[in-house]
């Protein structure tokens, strides 16, 4: 069976630091991979999306890049984090195209002080 | 722009009671799908529905999807406060999108 796995759980970071966070996905073979940001109890913002490695979209021009260096891994960056980039992110996968059910990690709580 | 438009934002009931939630665009969608978030976890999908008129039950949950496939209803019967959580629905446009369009939500509390 399929998992998903981010890490870590809960960030607490000073304005200005940098900032990785990573997700994996076990069990499954070129999977569409999304980074998602939620404001506290609300929608999802889709930051980024890859269809393979090295193959990134992004959605929202902002402080933050994404990278795909493997097949089952995404990563999430900043150079400087900024205090709006306190929120909780959320990655995610799919099968691919015709096959759009997303499943989700546990997410990342990031506070930016 | 696609957007998918949910009501109630926020619903509290007594446990036992009934009520529907309400996901409407002016979009047409290949798929809809349901799903539930918990506070401090990622959402869970509940169900997706494909076919315009379709509807699916899931134990006390019922979900509906529009004849023309641009709205969605997702009704439960009396509510646990089990039930509690962010019901979010998502659609998928038509083609080769991977993209889900995301509605807001709702926040449901179910008090015992």
């Known amino acids: 069976s399929q998992t998903i796995h981010q890490w870590p759980a809960t960030l607490v970071q000073p304005v200005g630091s940098p900032l990785s966070l990573e997700c994996t996905v076990e069990g499954t073979s070129n999977p569409n991979l999304y980074w998602y940001r939620q404001a506290a109890g609300r929608g999802l913002q889709l930051l980024f999306y890859s269809v393979g490695i090295g193959q990134i979209s992004s959605e929202v021009p902002q402080n933050l890049s994404a990278s795909r260096p493997q097949d089952r891994q995404f990563i999430l960056s900043s150079k400087k984090l900024l205090l709006s980039d306190s929120g909780f992110y959320l990655c995610?996968?799919?099968?691919?195209?015709?096959?759009?059910?997303?499943?989700f990690g546990p997410g990342t709580r990031l506070l930016v002080l | 722009t696609q957007l998918l438009e949910q009501s109630p934002q926020f619903l509290s009931i007594q446990e036992g009671e009934n009520l529907t939630v309400y996901c409407n665009s002016s979009?047409?969608?290949?798929?809809l799908q349901w799903y539930r978030q918990e506070p401090g976890e990622g959402p869970v999908l509940l169900v997706t529905?494909?076919?315009g008129g379709e509807v699916k039950k899931l134990k006390r949950l019922t979900f509906q999807f529009g004849d023309a496939r641009k709205d969605s209803s997702l009704h439960i019967t009396a509510a646990q406060p089990g039930d509690t959580g962010l019901y979010l629905c998502?659609?998928?446009?038509?083609?080769?999108?991977?993209?889900?369009?995301w509605g807001l939500g709702t926040s449901l509390a179910v008090n015992p």
């Open positions: 979009s047409v969608f290949s798929s």
């Open positions: 995610a996968w799919s099968d691919g195209p015709g096959r759009e059910t997303q499943y």
């Open positions: 998502a659609g998928a446009g038509a083609g080769n999108n991977r993209k889900l369009i």
């Open positions: 529905v494909v076919t």
